[in-house]
Every structure is written in C-alpha cells, then in structure tokens.
C-alpha cells in the first residue's frame, strides 16, 4: 500500500469543487428541487407572515422571512442529501464514483454541498416575496456579516446532508425519514417559532442542529445584533459533521465491500 | 372436461362491476401506494402529520392568531389530502409510470369501476389519518371537541376525505399526460394549506384567494369542522359539509371525463404508456 501523495491531497479541493458545481448545475434543472427551494418556502412565509399580520404583530415580517429561507435550505438537503447516495444507487453510477481513486466522502461532499447550496434560492425568494407582497423592509444592518453567516448555514447544512446521506443508506425507506423530520427540525430549531415558545427539553437538541445557529446568526446581522458567536457555533457543528460524516462514510463503504451490498435495491 | 366446461361462466355485470371496484380497487392500492408498508405509512401518514399539527399550532402561539382549535381542526382535517392528492395520483398515473396502463385499458371492464375502485382504500386511509391526528391532538395539546358535534364532526371529515379523493382523481387523471405529475401533487398539497383556511382565516387572504378557495376541498370541510368542534350544531355546519360533497363530486366527475378524455387520445396516438 503506497501512502497519500501531495499531489493527490492538492487535488481533494477540486474533487469538491467539481462536485459542488456539477451538483448546482444538476439540481437547478429539477423541478422537484425548485420547487422545494422556491415554492415550498414561499408557501410557508406567506403562511407565517399571513398570521403575523392577523395576529399581534408580536415579531416583524423579516423575522419570518428569513426562517422560512432556512426551512428552504433545510428541506433541499433533506430530500437532495438523504437521498444522495440512494439516488446514485437507483441511477447505476454508485459504483464508479466509489471505485475511482479519489476518496468517496469527498465525492459525497461535493454533492451535499451543492445541494445545500440549491437551497439559497430560498433565501432569496422568501426576502424577495416580503418585500414585494407584505412590504417588509428588508435592509440587512451588516450586509457583511450576512452573507458570511449565509455562507456558514450553507456550510454546515451541507455538512449535516454529509451524515444524513452516509446513514441513510442503510436504511432501504429513507425516503420516509426524510418525510418524517422535516417539521421537527424546522419547528425545534426557532426558524419560525422562537426556542422560548417551545418546551425546554427542546432545546438541547435544538442547540445540536446547525439550523438554530444559522438562523439566529442571520437575524443579529439583520437586526443589528451580534451575529459572530451563532457563525462560530455553526462552524464547530460545521466540524462536528465532518467528522462523523468521514467515519460514517468510511463504515459503510467498508460493509457494502464486505458484504458485496453496494448496490442492493 | 371439455373445453367449453372450462371456461367460467360470465359474471353478471353488476356483480362484475362491484368487483372491479372493491377488489381491483384493494389490489391497485397495494400495488401503487408507495406508503402502505409500515416503515413507510408510520413515519409518512403518522409521524409527518403529527409533527405539521404540533408546528402550525406553535405558530399560531407564536402570531398570536387563532386558538389552538384552529389549528387542530384545520390541520387535522388537511392531512387526509395527503392520502387524497398523492394517494390517488399514485394509484392512476403510477400505471404509466410502470407501464400497465395499456393492458388495464384493453380490458373490458368498466371504466367507471375501475377509476372509483382506486378511491375507496385512499378515502379510508384519508379517513383514519384525520382520526389520529385528532386523537394524537387531544393526548398532546388537549384538544376537546364538543362531544355532542362528535358524529357530524366524523361526518364532516369523511366528506371532506371523499372530497380530497375526488380532487387527487383529477391530478391523477392528468398524470396520464403530464410528465411530471407529483410536482403538480406537492405543489397543490402545500397550497391548499395557504388558500383553503388551513392555517390563514380565510378574511385574511385577497380576493382572488378566497374565490379559488371556495371551489377546492377542505374549505368548506375545516369550516364545518370548526363550527362542530366549538359546539356549534344545526343548519351552518352542515350546509358546509354539503357543499364539501357538491366539490368533492365537482372534482370526481371532471376527473372521469378527463381520464376517458386521455384514454380516447391515447388510443387514437398509440400512446398511453410514453414517459
């Protein structure tokens, strides 16, 4: 067994960014994903917004718009990284993306990335559709630090697709979980109803899920808050994903090639 | 035994008739409902709903708009449309998708038969998620409807169950042309929460909304449903649950006319099963 050359380790960013392109390019042309990233999303802000004009007015419009953005990411990555790596299955193309020299996770990478990535459409459909329709002012109090913590929720959604594609594989109905827990995370994660409305043993795990913090980092740089602690912790859940989504793609690998099941249907 | 001996003697039409609508209707159901094993049903048609009601009905804290009612009979009415829209769209379009739809159009069967059979299972299986997210509403958030309405308020989400099936037929039916149908069904899934009352009262929606709302499912339904599990009987609430069942039958029959409709263009091209 020869060991890891430089020039292979130089070549991981480009394996990733490849991906990440490819990925883009595919998922903009599907309609299933469009509209998770832009229908969807719009249903709900105007869901939320509707009540919050009939209601008290206890929050403002931007409030909602940008947790609806962010249920949008989320949904894309359910649905685009849960599946991906049955997606490659049921397309014959498992095989050679786990036979080619570069390593899997960061192939895998690559593909949630992207996908999460599909999700910023949301973002900017739902600020756009305040604006335009509930009249929201949307001015952003540090453009900078938004767009940093845009990227960062992007990251680290991206990151979490990496473990939910790696574990999901094992499960032949994971299109079922990927029904099942797109609510409880847009609802435990505060993306439309604040944490201090919800039951405290909510919020441990609401402090686990990169959502919580993309969101809260989204709304301080809007609001004029202090968005730089909500961007570091979703960097630490950026690097936590990592770290088990590498492992949980080293297993499975290691037990298709075992058990000769890497492409069961 | 000859071979005149062998071969059954036909049915009577009626009794063939009902055949094809209980039992062809029962083994399409299994054979194209993606959701029907546990590990799909439970966490799709159990578990997701479960989850919507718990997340509308914080939202509404959240606003500070409507009561808790509200939001449990709104959402727990809505959720039968998720047996009524995709259910029934899997169970008519799904026949292109894996090709069969020209061996079940070459039969001589009843083609009304055919069609309804489909729905009757979808309907039920509408029926008992409205009846479990109720009763998952009245263990988690204590939910109390007035035990008086209980009947008609079962009444009212039967109806509105059928009415959902009847709309799903539709989409069902234009999945036999259209190439991507489930888009269309997860797009009309979502929307109805935003124009029937679901989770908006109706007085807050624009004209046009409330108009288009008027000929869908569910808005007369969860408005029945409301006024029943507020205590409120007589002539309002079911006036409601009638004009659920006049849209319910709307749907149902522009959907049969538009499936003979496909049906005659497809044997006219040659062309039932092209993707």
Excluded at chain 1, 119 to 130: D, P
Excluded at chain 2, 137 to 144: M, V
Aim: with cysteine; hydrophobic share 55%.
């Amino acid at each position: 067994m020869r060991g890891l050359g430089l020039h292979e380790a130089l070549g991981w960013p480009r394996v990733v960014a490849w991906g990440w392109f490819y990925q883009l390019k595919m998922q903009a042309q599907s309609g299933f994903m469009l509209m998770t990233a832009v229908i969807q999303p719009l249903i709900f802000a105007s869901i939320a917004m509707a009540d919050q004009q009939a209601g008290n007015h206890g929050l403002p419009i931007l409030y909602y718009a940008l947790g609806a953005g962010i249920m949008g990411i989320w949904s894309t990555v359910v649905f685009g990284c849960g599946g991906a790596l049955s997606w490659q299955r049921h397309q014959g193309t498992l095989e050679p993306l786990v036979m080619v020299p570069a390593p899997f996770v960061l192939v895998l990478m690559g593909i949630t990335l992207g996908t999460a990535t599909v999700g910023l459409y949301s973002m900017g459909a739902t600020l756009l559709w305040a604006a335009v329709v509930f009249g929201a002012h949307v001015q952003m109090a540090d453009p900078y630090l938004f767009t940093l913590g845009a990227v960062m929720t992007v990251v680290s959604l991206g990151l979490l697709g990496l473990v939910m594609g790696s574990s999901f594989v094992l499960y032949r109905n994971s299109n079922a979980i990927s029904n099942m827990i797109e609510y409880p995370v847009w609802l435990v994660t505060g993306l439309l109803v604040p944490l201090s409305l919800l039951p405290g043993w909510s919020h441990p795990l609401a402090y686990a899920l990169a959502p919580t913090w993309g969101v809260e980092a989204l709304r301080s740089a809007a609001f004029g808050g202090q968005p730089l602690p909500a961007i570091g912790w979703c960097l630490l859940a950026s690097l936590v994903y990592l770290a088990v989504g590498v492992w949980l793609v080293g297993v499975v690998e290691r037990r298709a090639r075992q058990t000769a099941t890497l492409n069961f249907q | 035994m000859s071979a005149a001996a062998q071969v059954a003697p036909p049915l009577q039409p009626g009794r063939h008739f009902w055949r094809v609508f209980l039992i062809g209707g029962l083994i399409s159901y299994r054979a194209l409902f993606y959701w029907i094993t546990p590990w799909q049903y439970i966490p799709t048609m159990l578990a997701a709903p479960t989850f919507q009601i718990l997340f509308f009905v914080y939202l509404g804290r959240a606003a500070g708009v409507g009561s808790t009612a509200f939001f449990v009979v709104g959402n727990c009415i809505q959720i039968c449309s998720m047996s009524g829209i995709y259910g029934m769209t899997m169970a008519i379009s799904n026949e292109r998708f894996f090709q069969t739809l020209s061996p079940i159009l070459a039969t001589p069967s009843d083609r009304l038969a055919v069609f309804l059979g489909r729905g009757l299972p979808v309907l039920i299986s509408g029926f008992q998620t409205c009846c479990f997210g109720f009763l998952v509403s009245a263990l988690i958030l204590g939910f109390r409807p007035a035990p008086a309405q209980l009947p008609q308020l079962l009444l009212a989400v039967l109806v509105t169950s059928a009415s959902c099936t009847g709309f799903g037929m539709a989409l069902g039916s234009v999945g036999l042309r259209v190439r991507d149908v489930f888009l269309i069904a997860n797009i009309a899934y979502f929307a109805v929460l935003l124009v029937c009352g679901v989770e908006v009262p109706l007085r807050q929606l624009p004209l046009p909304l409330r108009a288009l709302a008027q000929i869908l499912p569910l808005t007369h339904g969860i408005a029945a449903g409301r006024l029943l599990a507020a205590g409120r009987g007589g002539g309002a609430p079911l006036m409601d649950i009638l004009l659920e069942g006049l849209v319910g039958i709307c749907w149902a029959t522009a959907a049969y006319l538009l499936f003979r409709y496909f049906e005659r263009s497809g044997r006219r091209s040659g062309a039932f099963d092209r993707l």
